[in-house]
């Protein structure tokens, strides 16, 4: 039996929290997201005129796995509030939780507001993580260095 990778479990997750960022050496980024779980009994809740059953609330739980993203060096990143993010359907990626783009327009943007090209400092790509609250987005060479550091 094939165990899955770190980022296939990160991937796997349905809904991840932005635990932590950091920048521990200088154009080196660390982010740290847990797994989302449901945490608690159902509930119903009053939205508007009308009524929502069989709500769960989702959280950290004990359970819960926690992921490091580690990139020694990076091009650019963001954080963006998740409400205010829109679908863009000439994006193009692989993954769910994690995903790496081939078009998109943060790429777009780093073209634009950067000088880094292809010949420099050589190809790179654009990943993202999608938490509940938080989208983040790293342009950079290489893949994270991933490990699973909780539960």
């Given at each position: 039996?094939?165990?899955e ?7 796997g ?18 982010i ?6 449901p ?5 119903t809740?009053?939205?508007?005129a009308?009524t ?6 989702i ?7 926690a ?6 060096l ?7 509030n998740?409400s205010f993010c829109?679908?863009d359907e ?8 994690f ?6 327009k943060f790429?777009d943007?780093?073209a634009r507001?950067?000088?880094a090209?292809?010949?420099?400092p ?17 342009a950079a060479q290489e ?9």
């Open positions: 039996m094939e165990t990778s770190p980022v296939e479990q990160i991937d997750c349905e809904y991840l929290f932005l635990s932590s960022i950091s920048e521990p050496e200088e154009n080196g980024l660390l740290l997201v847990q797994e989302g779980l945490a608690g009994e159902p509930e809740l009053q939205v508007g009308g929502i059953t069989g709500v769960v609330p959280d950290v739980t004990a359970q819960s796995r992921f490091e993203l580690h990139w020694p990076y091009i650019s990143y963001a954080v963006r998740e829109t679908w000439d994006e193009e990626w692989a993954g769910f939780a995903r790496v783009y081939t078009r998109s790429l943007f780093v507001g950067t000088f090209s292809t010949e420099y050589g190809p790179f790509k654009h990943y993202q993580i999608l938490c509940a609250n938080h989208i983040i987005d790293v893949a994270p260095i991933v490990r699973v550091v909780g539960a």
